[in-house]
């Protein structure tokens, strides 16, 4: 069997023999049925394949044995349904029905959150006559699902340098309490990048409100967002679903180690520069190609990622000191900062992914919204929803 063969892939009765063994692969295909969505996931080397040659219904599993040099040790990789297949169309509508009912979703939703940034703009005035307030974060870019998935983020800019920011919060926090009722809860959270004032919204609770006071690199991290966008058409469909696909299992934000805006758009920009034949014209199999990619390909125990170096990928050994069992991810606008160790509970993220690869792989199309894919109601409720 030679290296690059893609071959169609069944439930095993056995594990497939490793491509390095000096065994030969006898193993059997337990029945002729794909793998099926609602039973347990199979994990890497419990598959069987069929022969060279095989007539393959595209709708079935495959795998593609590569050189053993790729990851440093013999892998079965897992690829999505050959082109064309009618899941390619399915999801793809699938994902376009999303972006439209989350687009109208957000025309509701912007209406309330200018106003409240009117509002805090109204208090940032009155509390620093020079300072202005802009928006950030993935709101700015149109990268921001609606409440409660989605923070409102605001930047206190041109204020003096000479102000402490959590001075300047505090001094903003106070004006707020004692003058505007539209807003409860206003207190700050200290954080390694700086404190952030938290405002929550009367008769709005869903919405949550960041504000931080001279954030660094507010314009360079919307000018990457952007390009983003401009250079890939999907990347914006993509990272919209797979916000909401990480909120409802309650991996979305950095409190549950989960994949948080910036370190979740590297990923989807680096899957993009990645799987290029995937993601070339079917939203769809560049959609089931994330979730292969990142649940069952890629050995983050091996590689780092970058997409402001040279290579996108590299060996992990390079980057030393750096502690095994955790993301590595460099921050597209420092490199020397490491995004994928706040993922403190990757792995889980790691296994959605893989279950949903699975899933969207069947011979059946899967809705993006069924409860295989998604639960109905948030495994981890945002505080907003308690």
Partial sequence: MEDGTVLAAFPCAVEVQAENSSAPDTTTPASSEPLRPDKDVVTLGTVCVATPGANLDHHQYQVIRVPEGYLQRPVIFYTVPMPGSYSDTFLGNELLSFVRNTDAQLSIDNVIRDRIRKQVEAHVAACCRQCSLVVSGST???????????????????????VLPYRGLETLAAVITSQDAMFFNVFIIANGDGPVLELRVRHHAAIVVHVTWNAPQVSTALAFAMNAQYQYPMFRPLLLYLKYFLFMHGLKFPSTGGLFPALLQTLVLVHLRLNVVDCATSLGRCLQSFFVHYGMN??????????????????????????????????PLDPTVDLGGLAFNYRAVQERFRRAAIVLLSRVPVGLLDPVLVPQLPSRPHPSMT
Avoid: H, T
């Avoid at 780092?304 to 502690?323: M, N, T």
């Fill in 140 to 162: 700015a870019a149109g990268l921001n699902l609606y409440a409660p998935m989605s923070n409102l983020d605001l930047v206190i800019v041109n204020a003096d340098p000479v």
């Fill in 298 to 331: 890629f050995d983050y125990d091996l590689y780092c990622i970058s997409v402001g170096g040279e290579q996108i990928l590299y060996p992990r050994e390079w980057k030393v000191p750096f502690p095994q069992g955790m993301l590595c991810v460099d921050d």
